[in-house]
C-alpha cells in the first residue's frame, strides 16, 4: 500500500496567482519567510519546464538546512502540477515522492489542492500532513492576502 496524504486549502486569489506563488522563485522567496520572526536562510532556484527543475535550500542557519529538488514531470499553468521531489534533512534522512497540486477555481478564490504519495513510513506521512503542508498552506496564504492588499505589507 502507498502512503500518501491529500489536502486542500482555500487561497484568496485567481488560480494564476496561485500557481505563480508556488512555482516563481522570487514569491517562493518572500512566502517561505513571511510568518517567521528571525529570517533565515532561503535559496531557490526553479526552471519551470518539464524535465526542469527547482532546488530549494532553506533553513534557520547554514548547520540546520533542509535540501529539496523537484523534477517538474507535468505542468498546466494554473491548473495542475506534478513533480517528483526529492529532499534531505539536516540529519541526512533522504526521501523521494511524487506531489501533484491542482489549483481550481473556487468560491471568488482558488481551492488548492495537494497529493504527495511514496512516503517510506506512517511517521513521515504525518508530519508533511499536519506540519509541512500545513506551514506551507499558511505561508502561501499569508503571501497572497499581503499581495492582493487585504492586509498592511510587514515592516
Known amino acids: 500500500m502507498t502512503l500518501q496524504i491529500h489536502l486542500t486549502r ?35 532556484d526553479v526552471d519551470l519546464r518539464v524535465g526542469g527543475k527547482q532546488t530549494a535550500v532553506w533553513g534557520p542557519s547554514a548547520d540546520m538546512l533542509f535540501r529539496e529538488t523537484q523534477t ?35 468560491d471568488g478564490g482558488t481551492l488548492m489542492t495537494v497529493t504527495q504519495s511514496g512516503f517510506p513510513a506512517p511517521e513521515l506521512r504525518d508530519f508533511f500532513a499536519t506540519e509541512v503542508w500545513t506551514g506551507a498552506f499558511a505561508r502561501i496564504e499569508a503571501y497572497l492576502t499581503r499581495e492582493r492588499g487585504t492586509l498592511p505589507s510587514p515592516g
Open 10 to 44: 482555500q487561497l484568496p486569489g485567481t488560480p494564476e496567482e496561485a500557481f505563480d506563488a508556488y512555482t516563481d522563485a522570487g514569491k517562493q522567496k518572500i512566502w517561505f519567510g513571511i510568518l517567521d520572526e528571525e529570517p533565515g536562510i532561503v535559496e531557490i
Open 72 to 106: 517538474f514531470l507535468e505542468i498546466d499553468r494554473p491548473h495542475r502540477l506534478v513533480t517528483e521531489s526529492s529532499g534531505s534533512s539536516p540529519d541526512g534522512e533522504t526521501m523521494t515522492t511524487r506531489v501533484e497540486v491542482t489549483f481550481e477555481e473556487k
